[in-house]
């Protein structure tokens, strides 16, 4: 009797323990319920002013939010494997498709704000790159964003239409692809290579040379003609524990106090 | 009852101590056991295959075979000498030493990769150095096999070092006595005794080598068929929503770790 009192009082305890992630879930969930807790997955390139909108907002309606930035590929993916979020802020319209495609949305989304590429170099400019076109030349380090990333997509698609045109010479895209040294996860660890000097230039969103990496680097302008905007979407997500606050955070994000922090960072404010 | 014989004799663990062995014991195996078994099931043979049949899952396992096969053969080439004199010699600063080279394990990956930048990178304190010599470690091959040495190094430095410590020196001094010299007494008695140490030293350093991550893709970046190792392709085809190729890569390596791990059991016992 004792012995199999034993083995059945084990076996609880390891369901109990295998049931212990589930515990912990609903165990971070239940705090500050009365005044609402918010988990926001939004694009790397909104972590600062997100942060910023996150504080005053809080600070409004009395509520704790949390963000998780990361690429917009990487937040999709997550969200299909379960992960508890209430508000999706995607860099571009393709992973909010999917995202839209998987059911992992609930109201339908809307562009809240722009952003433009900009083209950085480290301080000291190691291959005196000073145009565009210099980007092609053989030996120029270049890191991007991989593919898959929203930034890096659209810078590939900026030197398409560069390559399309005449001044930049004969097979620039073939140069440039021949160029880029690495495929970053997501567009600050492309700022970062090209802030600690490692790589010759990069492609990032305006929006992330911020003042520290401003102070780093150089910057290139791309000409609208070349340029692509990133619209970024945002939308409530199905399995939100607080639907009516998620959708109070994302009408703060596009109140004028939202706009203007967003402005301040750089961000296109679509009209 | 079986299971809890013990080498002085039956019933050594019993009663109430029997229930604080089981009960933790379950819950440990199980918690590890279940995502990898759960990652085994995840996908179908026929999708994993087809996911491994492609050119960048191709690519970053021969780029992981090349690269853990060069750690190793440098591992073993550079430890050996360092484990055997932090094993036998007595001098200044010894136990400073063996800290400084345990402390690859402890530190976490990103720092290792920040210190490696910082030391060898294009702005580092070597780079300037580096780059008269035509050097070029940022975004190449030699970057991930230096991350990975880093990394991994300490495990056989560490293995080796306490089975020099156990070969008996009694022995190795007969041996000298016979007429054999250092290097003869070292390579027929040293080495041969202290072997399971040095085998599965070298073992837990190729396996700590092939999950190799974050120091990787902070001072090496992230290339297909360059700098792309298997870690590196998981993450990038997890964040890209490829989840069949993360996962057919990703059961490779528990695969490969396990058979490691099994094999090194093996040999050590």
């Known amino acids: 009797m004792a012995t199999r009192f034993r083995y059945e009082f084990v076996s609880v305890v390891a369901l109990v323990l295998m049931l212990f992630p589930l515990t912990v879930t609903s165990i971070r969930a239940a705090p500050a319920r009365d005044h609402g807790s918010l988990t926001v997955f939004a694009a790397a390139s909104l972590t600062e002013a997100f942060t910023t909108i996150g504080a005053a907002f809080d600070k409004a309606n009395k509520s704790t939010t949390r963000f998780n930035f990361g690429g917009s590929d990487t937040l999709v993916t997550q969200l299909a494997q379960g992960a508890p979020a209430d508000v999706f802020a995607s860099a571009n319209q393709a992973q909010m498709t999917i995202a839209a495609r998987e059911h992992l949305i609930a109201s339908s989304p809307s562009i809240f704000v722009q952003n433009r590429l900009v083209v950085i170099l480290p301080r000291n400019n190691p291959a005196h790159i000073h145009s565009l076109a210099d980007l092609g030349r053989s030996g120029v380090k270049l890191v991007l964003a991989a593919p898959g990333v929203p930034v890096g997509k659209y810078a590939r698609a900026a030197f398409a239409a560069m390559a399309r045109n005449r001044a930049f010479g004969t097979g620039f895209l073939a140069r440039v692809q021949a160029n880029i040294k690495s495929e970053e996860t997501d567009v600050k660890a492309v700022a970062a290579k090209v802030s600690l000097g490692e790589a010759d230039a990069g492609v990032v969103y305006l929006t992330d040379v911020t003042p520290s990496v401003a102070t780093r680097v150089l910057k290139i302008e ?24 998620a959708r109070k955070f994302i009408a703060y994000v596009r109140s004028p106090a939202g706009k203007a922090v967003l402005a301040a960072h750089g961000f296109i404010i679509p009209s | 009852m079986r299971l809890f014989r013990s080498p002085a004799g039956p019933g050594v663990i019993a009663g109430a101590g029997r229930v604080l062995v089981i009960l933790p014991a379950t819950a440990l195996l199980l918690f590890i056991g279940f995502p990898l078994v759960a990652l085994l099931l995840h996908t179908p043979p026929g999708t994993l295959w087809s996911s491994l049949n492609t050119q960048s899952s191709l690519d970053a396992l021969s780029l992981s075979l090349q690269t853990t096969t060069l750690t190793l053969a440098l591992t073993i080439l550079l430890g050996t000498p360092t484990a055997y004199l932090l094993a036998r010699r007595r001098f200044w600063g010894k136990r400073f030493l063996d800290s400084v080279v345990d402390l690859p394990i402890v530190v976490p990956p990103a720092v290792a990769g920040v210190a490696l930048l910082l030391a060898f990178g294009r702005e580092g304190l070597l780079g300037p150095s580096l780059d008269t010599l035509g050097i070029h470690l940022s975004f190449s091959t030699a970057a991930v096999v230096m991350a990975q040495l880093f990394v991994a190094c300490p495990f056989y430095v560490r293995s080796a070092r306490a089975g020099f410590i156990g070969v008996d020196r009694a022995l190795e001094d007969a041996s000298s006595t016979l007429g054999y010299g250092s290097w003869g007494t070292f390579r027929r008695i ?40 298997m870690p590196l392709a998981v993450y990038l085809n997890l964040e890209t929503g490829n989840l069949d190729g993360a996962v057919a890569l990703a059961v490779v390596l528990v695969l490969v770790s396990l058979v490691v791990s099994f094999v090194v059991r093996l040999i050590s016992e």
Request: no cysteine; net charge neutral.
């Open chain 2, 190 to 229: 040293t080495v041969p005794l202290a072997l399971p140490s040095l085998i599965s030293g070298a073992a837990l350093t190729w396996a700590r080598a092939l999950g190799e991550f974050g120091a990787t893709i902070m001072f090496a970046g992230n290339l297909m068929g360059v700098t792309q190792t």
């Open chain 1, 222 to 245: 791309i000409p609208p003609a070349f340029n692509q905007i990133a619209s970024y979407p945002i939308a409530v997500t199905k399995n939100s524990q607080d639907p009516a606050l």
